[in-house]
């Protein structure tokens, strides 16, 4: 039998590193789990950049959770003693009708929240890269901009090992069990262990940590591409916002050039559940297809003519769909000492600072100040 922990966190990622560091900054015995390295590009949180915005049209409630994000992002930056965000503003495109425009507009009104509506004349006038029909609209909202994924990963399991967390990588989880004490037992490929408390922030593989999670967060294979720009001045990070816009060909996003540590330079985007492709972590297909690059390179040549010239890089991920694509949040119903952090549907990453204080929360009260309720696995 290995060590006993006040809280072993499963899985090292985006949630799991933010959780670690809360988690040991209040004094708690905690031990990270992970079966790969840290950082990593076998899950979801790789790619570079992702993107954050405070005008949310997937639900007004999640403001609170992003302004309490940002400043989370600010005081690692401050700790970690390295650039994490970067502001470049965020567009959110679609007619007026559509979820991705009016949903943006909506957040904006109810929360305060600077910003200014654009027509698609107007959007190509201030940013030249973009090239969207005259029905299209834009919501820019400028304290949006894109974080550094992996880098913040890093600045969390760093802090977390230097306030006293244990982290173990390579180190794959094979079950776990509440014992008759009411405490779990954990077991790797390498050793047990004992805790007071199990948060399992297992990414794709969480259902097949959490079986109540099966069918309810579902893995799906995602991938992004770069390509390099024909006028190099319009997509830098101070022309060209993080951007989500709907359009008839569906949901794509995407992020500026961004090249200030020697990362592949190039115009980054995706299609929103790219080929509708669920999949099994352990056996995804990893590999790009022309297939995956024709779908995108289709859709930059239509609104991004000078942002689509050739191919750069081409990187495979992946989402964990909940049916709503709300995140889960939460104990376990029947065992307390259990939480979960599951289903993030490819838009959680920007609040990974804030989800691992409410994972901490959980795991050291069972509840949180924040609100979760929409975050519930009943719903499902």
Known sequence: ?????????????????????????????????????????????HGLTRIIRLAYYEDPSYVPLLRRAYQLWYQLEQEFGEQLFYQTGSLDIGVEASETFSGSLRSCEEHNLEHRVLTSEQMTQHYPGYRFPPATMAVFQP???????????????????HHGAALHTRERVQGWDVVVDGRVKVTTNQATYMTEKLVVCGGPWAYKLVPE????????????IWLETKQPQWFVPQNFPVWNAQVDEGRYYGFPEFNPTGQTPGMKFGRWHHRDEICDPDTVDRDVHPEDEALLRDFAEKYFPDGAGKTLMMKTCMFTNTSDEHWILQTLPDMPQVAVAAGFSGHGFKMASVIGEIMADLAEDGQTRHDISLHQLARL
Do not use: N, W
């Open 213 to 224: 999670l099966a069918g309810k967060a579902v893995p799906e294979r995602q991938v992004l």
């Open 1 to 45: 039998m290995g060590q006993t922990y006040d809280v072993i966190v499963v899985g090292v990622g985006g949630m799991g590193s933010a959780t670690l560091y809360h988690l040991a900054k209040r004094g708690k015995k905690v031990l990270g789990l992970e079966q790969f390295d840290v950082p990593h590009e076998m899950g979801s949180s």
């Open 143 to 161: 304290q949006g901009g894109l974080l550094v994924p992996e880098k913040c990963i890093q600045a969390h399991a760093h802090i977390a090992q």
